[in-house]
């Protein structure tokens, strides 16, 4: 199995600031992409941030200019680090990992953390 460890999160006020982090481990053979979702009161789970193997990082339009992934797929961990937040930023933030296994070496799957609550309000 894949296991994502986040950590960070926690309650802020608007404006202010939060870093998350996130550590994958178990069964990957090859690491694709690093990420973050999130799924806010009543709405679907969206996409936050992402960063390929490549380097490659898309972001939401609504975090751009506020929000900064980054990582190293090598060491098998990323970063989201959270500026200028918003109460519409709240949300249970969850770590997302595109890899695949050594036990499944045939296709690419997707695997999530538990998540961590963000919470901005004053």
């Known amino acids: 199995q894949v296991q994502l460890v986040e950590s960070g999160g926690g309650l802020v006020q608007p404006g202010g600031s939060l870093a998350l982090s996130c550590a994958a481990s178990g069964r990957i053979f090859r690491l694709n992409a690093l990420g973050w979702y999130r799924r806010g009161p009543g709405k679907q789970r969206e996409l936050v941030a992402r960063?390929?193997?490549?380097?490659?990082?898309t972001y939401a339009d609504s975090v751009k200019g506020r929000f900064n992934i980054s990582g190293d797929i090598n060491k098998k961990v990323v970063y989201l680090q959270m500026n200028a937040l918003k109460p519409e930023d709240t949300a249970v933030y969850y770590c997302?990992?595109?890899?695949?296994?050594?036990?499944?070496?045939?296709?690419?799957?997707?695997?999530w953390g538990q998540g961590t609550q963000v919470t901005v309000s004053s």
């Open positions: 997302y990992a595109r890899c695949i296994r050594w036990d499944v070496l045939s296709r690419e799957d997707d695997y």
């Open positions: 960063i390929t193997r490549e380097g490659d990082t």
